[in-house]
């Protein structure tokens, strides 16, 4: 199952597979069959979650919402440390995560926009360094995993800074590659996916992310806030919901001037 699912994340473009891959995990979802893993996203218990990744991660992938380690510490975060389920807020989902998108949208409170230059889980299509939203538009804005493969970072960030309205703040999750560099590495003349992938990690990133992400956030505008949520919480709950041991939360806060 390892090697399948690797070959599968290295072979098909990914907006393939988010329209898809669910179908084939919920079918597989019946042989996990279990009650010592638990995914708050959707709720359901299993045995184990299914591996995932292109170096493949045991007990990350969630067979009935396909919610990974970051989506469950981001669920739990929301929840117990945001009024973000309760309060009347206006959000901008950049390429959306298929475990979040029905959810969201059934939030009452929520009035959810999704938006991205290719998924087709999108509802906007959108070029995240020209966002075509007027300024101070939305509370809340969720980019994960996208900075990363983006030309220009700190351009994408300002325009998130713009659209968002003061005391507005935006998740903005990247991956993290130990042991971590001291400063954010980039190269544009690296083109070959292979080179790529030893320089970055993957063959379609254009960036290895350092200790100095926080300070990047700040030079688009935002104040950088680090949440250790997961390190915080119950070592019982962290195994329960097989969340990322050690992953910081990254907030981004539009300071009302």
């Given amino acids: 199952m390892k090697a399948i699912i690797s070959l599968l994340l290295r072979k098909v473009p990914r907006k393939y597979l988010q329209l898809v891959s669910h179908y084939g995990l919920r079918i597989l979802s019946v042989f996990y069959?279990?009650?010592?893993?638990?995914?708050?996203?959707?709720?359901?218990?299993f045995r184990k979650f299914l591996p995932y990744g292109r170096v493949s991660r045991a007990n990350a992938l969630c067979p009935k919402c396909l919610s990974l380690e970051r989506h469950r510490l981001l669920w739990l975060y929301l929840r117990d440390?945001?009024?973000?389920f309760s309060a009347p807020r206006k959000m901008l989902h950049i390429a959306p995560e298929l475990c979040?998108?029905?959810?969201?949208?059934?939030?009452e409170n929520l009035d959810y926009i999704t938006g991205d230059i290719e998924s087709p889980l999108a509802k906007v299509k959108m070029d995240i360094h020209k966002?075509?939203?007027?300024?101070?538009?939305?509370?809340?804005?969720?980019?994960?995993?996208?900075?990363e493969h983006v030309d220009d970072d700190i351009l994408a960030m300002r325009e998130m800074h713009r659209v968002l309205k003061p005391g507005g703040w935006a998740?903005?999750?990247?991956?993290?590659?130990?042991?971590?560099?001291?400063?954010?590495y980039e190269d544009a003349?690296?083109?070959d996916p292979r080179e790529r992938e030893k320089a970055f990690?993957?063959?379609?990133?254009?960036?290895?992310y350092g200790e100095d992400y926080p300070k990047r956030i700040s030079s688009a505008g935002f104040r950088a806030v680090e949440e250790d949520y997961v390190m915080k919480i119950d070592p019982s709950l962290v195994e329960r919901h097989a969340l990322p041991k050690e992953e910081i939360i990254?907030?981004?806060e539009k300071v009302i001037s």
Avoid: W
């Fill in 100 to 107: 979040f998108i029905s959810r969201f949208e059934a939030l």
């Fill in 131 to 147: 966002i075509p939203f007027d300024d101070n538009t939305f509370d809340v804005i969720f980019c994960n995993h996208v900075l």
């Fill in 189 to 191: 003349s690296i083109t």
């Fill in 250 to 252: 990254y907030r981004a």
């Fill in 33 to 45: 069959a279990g009650n010592t893993v638990e995914c708050p996203v959707c709720g359901s218990t």
């Fill in 201 to 208: 990690g993957q063959d379609d990133h254009v960036r290895m």
């Fill in 171 to 184: 998740i903005l999750q990247i991956p993290i590659f130990h042991p971590l560099k001291k400063e954010t």
């Fill in 81 to 84: 440390k945001t009024d973000f």
